[in-house]
C-alpha cells in the first residue's frame, strides 16, 4: 500500500510593525466613529512579496477565524470601525477537503472624533 502525505505550508505573512492606516476624522456621518478606509494598502507589506497569499478583511476576530464570508468587508474601500480590522491571509493552495492553511493579521486604524 502506498500513502501519499501532503504537508502543505502555513503562509508567512509579515505581521509585526505593520504600519497603522493613516488616521481619518469622523467625517462620514458624525460621532459613530466609522469611516472608510482603503484597507488594501498594507498587502504588500504583509505578503512580503509573495504571490501565494490571498487577502479577506474582517471587523471581528471570530468572524476572521471562522471565515465568515457573510461579514467580510468590502475592498478596497471599506466603512470600518476601530481600533482594528483583522486580515484572514491564506495560501492559495488547499487541503484534500479544500481548505486553507492560513494567519490572522490585526491591522490598526484610528477614527478621530470630532471637536466640538
Excluded at 456621518?29 to 505578503?47: A, H, K, L, R
Aim: proline share 9%.
Amino acid at each position: 500500500t502506498t500513502l501519499d502525505i501532503r504537508v502543505l505550508p502555513m503562509p508567512s505573512p509579515i505581521t509585526a510593525n505593520i504600519p497603522p492606516l493613516a488616521a481619518k476624522c469622523d467625517d462620514n456621518n458624525p460621532w459613530d466613529m466609522s469611516e472608510v478606509f482603503d484597507i488594501t494598502v498594507n498587502e504588500g507589506y504583509i505578503s512580503g512579496g509573495d504571490p501565494n497569499l490571498t487577502f479577506h478583511y474582517f471587523q471581528d476576530l471570530a468572524d476572521a477565524e471562522n471565515n465568515n464570508l457573510a461579514a467580510e468587508l468590502s475592498q478596497p474601500m471599506a466603512l470600518v470601525h476601530g481600533p482594528y480590522i483583522y486580515i484572514r491571509v491564506e495560501n492559495t493552495m488547499v487541503d484534500y477537503q479544500g481548505n486553507h492553511c492560513y494567519v490572522i493579521v490585526r491591522q490598526g486604524l484610528t477614527v478621530n472624533p470630532l471637536q466640538l
